[in-house]
């Protein structure tokens, strides 16, 4: 296998852990936060910080470094059209992802406090904002997926 497939392979394995991941983060958290489950809550909000270090913050790296490694090979302009809508989609992904990491961990630590109620205004504020932060970065994400398969914009 060359090295163009390598890295084009490495390129769409991270694409689909980072969709994949922030779906199924998504999808838990939301159902835990649903269930009202204060044990609930904090065993997800547990597993949902280390995840997000597991998965989503390696692929976020093979995703920019297998990125430009594929330009390059490609000889597609880094001044294009397309690979500036795809960076700055890029980056609108990254300052949401970020705030939601400390979100997370926040709502961890409040959750694993033995005083936590289902009831406490923060956790539900933090919540909102989690959610807020997560609709953006799905979208953004999706719009990503689609550039690098359409392509619908000039690359050189």
Known sequence: MDSYFLIKFVHILSAAVLLGTGSGIAYFMVMA?????????????????????????????????????????????????????????????????VPVIFIQYTLRNLAGESSFSIGNSRFHALMRIWVALGIPTFVAMIIIFWLMVAKPLPVI
């Open 33 to 97: 936060y649903r269930s009202r489950s204060a044990e609930t809550i904090s065993i997800i909000t547990r597993e949902v910080v280390k995840a997000d270090w597991i998965f989503t913050a390696p692929a976020v790296v093979a995703q920019f470094v297998t990125g430009l490694l594929l330009m390059s090979l490609l000889n597609y302009s880094f001044t294009s059209i397309w690979f500036l809508t795809v960076l700055a989609l890029f980056l609108l992904v990254g300052c949401c992802w």
